[in-house]
Nanobody, 126 residues
Framework: QVQLVESGGGLVQAGGSLRLACAAS????????MAWFRQAPGKEREFVAAISRSGGNTYYADSAKGRFTISRDNAKNTVYLQMNSLKPEDTAVYYC???????????????????WGQGTQVTVSS
């Protein structure tokens, strides 16, 4: 089992940047495929980005491509989401998630993930 704690959220102006971090404790992070999701008020949780156990493969939602970068440092047991050129529509609670089986075919589905953090709020002002 692994515990996940997100950090790095905050208030930023449109066009700005934030770097989210997801620190894992318990089982080592390299055992899991990892992802970031987000959920805005009144909306369903949506996939943002994912990364394979080794970090060799990354996947992005269309809304994140070219602006967001997911990475991981397995030695530090941490996954990151670098967010640039932020837009007001990026405002949401951002969650990291861990998948024991690294199910690439269903990588965008929240129910593919076994463990979740508590989330960190990102607010982008216009």
């Amino acid at each position: 089992q692994v515990q996940l704690v997100e950090s790095g959220g905050g208030l930023v102006q449109a066009g700005g940047s934030l770097r989210l971090a997801c620190a894992a404790s318990g089982r080592i992070l390299v055992s899991y495929g990892m992802a970031w999701f987000r959920q805005a008020p009144g909306k369903e949780r949506e996939f943002v980005a994912a990364i394979s156990r080794s970090g060799g493969n990354t996947y992005y939602a269309d809304s994140a491509k070219g602006r967001f970068t997911i990475s991981r440092d397995n030695a530090k047991n941490t996954v990151y989401l670098q967010m640039n050129s932020l837009k007001p529509e990026d405002t949401a609670v951002y969650y990291c998630a861990a998948d024991e089986l690294e199910r690439v075919a269903v990588i965008t589905r929240p129910d593919s993930y076994d463990y979740w953090g508590q989330g960190t709020q990102v607010t982008v002002s216009s």
